[in-house]
């Protein structure tokens, strides 16, 4: 059901978003923002269908944001954390970007190809441990204090 959900409702929104095709039909260079626009949102939304790893980092991302509200963050810590999750979500839309690109290269196993591909994962994954260790500068100690006090509850 909810599988069913998610599909119509990606199927909206592209249809919503267009399908990126200029005016003549061919696609080709944006003449105005709100094409460039939408061309990016359809992009973004292609990749979170795509994804699996997107999905779960917008989904780290709503919960970081939950704990931003529920901890009361500083203004700071939500322009270090926001620059954190950015940084993944769109390191990980140029890696999707990557792929594709190295998979219309070469049909067949190339090892420059594989290096190409690993690099770019290289550098999402070099954001994501940035993410967890910002993380636990601005959430560890809060969280330890949460933990603290529900132990001294009991």
Not at 49 to 55: C, K, S
Not at 103 to 126: F, H, M, R, W
Not at 141 to 147: I, K, L, N, S, W
Request: charge should be positive; include cysteine; charged fraction near 25%.
């Amino acid at each position: 059901m909810i599988r069913h959900l998610r599909g119509a409702a990606f199927e909206l929104a592209l249809k919503l978003l267009a399908d990126g095709r200029s005016e003549n039909g061919r696609p080709g260079k944006n003449k105005n923002f709100g094409r460039s626009l939408k061309n990016a949102l359809r992009g973004l939304l292609l990749t979170f269908a795509a994804e699996r790893n997107f999905r779960f980092e917008c989904f780290m991302a709503v919960l970081v944001a939950v704990a931003g509200v529920a901890y009361r963050i500083d203004r700071i810590e939500w322009a270090v954390v926001s620059t954190n999750i950015f940084l993944v979500l769109a390191l990980e839309a140029k890696n999707t970007a990557t792929e594709l690109t190295v998979d219309i290269a070469t049909k067949e196993y190339d090892y420059d190809a594989k290096s190409s591909k690993d690099a770019s994962s290289g550098a999402v994954l070099l954001a994501a441990v940035s993410s967890v260790i910002t993380a636990a500068f601005i959430f560890g100690p809060r969280f330890a204090g949460t933990v603290l006090s529900l132990l001294d509850r009991l």
